[in-house]
């Protein structure tokens, strides 16, 4: 099936650091959509992409569709505690979501 | 509106038991789907369906079935559970408009299965 790497598969922050994370795939995608999960919860969308070189906001988290349409990039800037948890990219198709790896954020007080 | 409630939420299976999970939506939603999610491999789609009455195969439907007798619920079944079956699984539903729109995946809050 289409993989979808993120990276990386792990940060570790302080409170009030910006963050960047990526998802590349070796297909071209017409949408690029980013989901975070809470602990113990289903995830939930944040933001979703649907052209080549789009920029989108959602508060402090800002989503970039890559010109090449195979990666997306997403950053959070002045990381709070609340932003803990797992962001997922996935791509849409065929009826159906397909997610990516994941990337798990922790902040260290 | 309860949105997409799963049950159990946590449940032990021995080897070769087979249990039912139960997903229901009280949103009207057309779509539902059955994920699982297990470490550095993110949520992988095991069954699917569009409609009442269908169903069909995701990334990875070996050992699961599945129905969808009435459009509020989806079940999963396991007939003999095997410890390579150990994970979160995650049912959402979406409407036919979300997919065309924004992709508006409901997910409910997930069942964490153990088979020893």
């Known amino acids: 099936g289409q993989q979808l790497n993120q990276s990386p598969q792990s940060m570790f922050i302080q409170e009030g650091e910006d963050v960047s994370m990526n998802c590349t795939s070796s297909?071209?995608?017409?949408?690029w959509l980013w989901y975070k999960q809470d602990p113990g919860e289903g995830p939930v969308l944040l933001i979703a992409?649907?052209?080549?070189?789009e920029l989108t906001s959602n508060g402090r988290l800002t989503a970039q569709f890559g010109i090449t349409r195979k990666d997306s990039f997403l950053n959070i800037s002045a990381s709070i505690p609340s932003d803990v948890g797992i962001y997922f990219c996935?791509?849409?198709?065929?009826?159906?979501?397909?997610f990516g790896t994941g990337t798990r954020l922790t902040i260290i007080p | 509106n309860a949105g997409v409630t799963q049950t159990p939420k946590f449940r032990v299976l021995k080897t070769g038991q087979s249990m039912t999970l139960l997903c229901a939506q009280d949103m009207n939603h057309e779509y539902m789907y059955w994920y699982r999610q297990d470490p550095g491999m993110g949520l992988r789609l095991i069954h699917y369906s569009v409609g009442e009455g269908t169903t069909a195969k995701g990334e990875v439907p070996d050992g699961y079935n599945v129905s969808r007798l009435k459009k509020q619920n989806f079940l999963l079944g396991l007939e003999s559970a095997a410890p390579s079956q150990t994970s979160v699984y995650f049912c959402?539903?979406?409407?036919?408009?979300?997919?065309?729109?924004?992709?508006?995946?409901?997910f409910g809050s997930g069942t964490r299965l153990t088979v020893v």
């Open positions: 992409l649907y052209k080549a070189g």
């Open positions: 959402a539903s979406s409407t036919f408009i979300s997919q065309a729109l924004n992709y508006g995946y409901t």
């Open positions: 996935a791509r849409f198709g065929n009826e159906k979501l397909t």
């Open positions: 297909s071209i995608f017409n949408t």
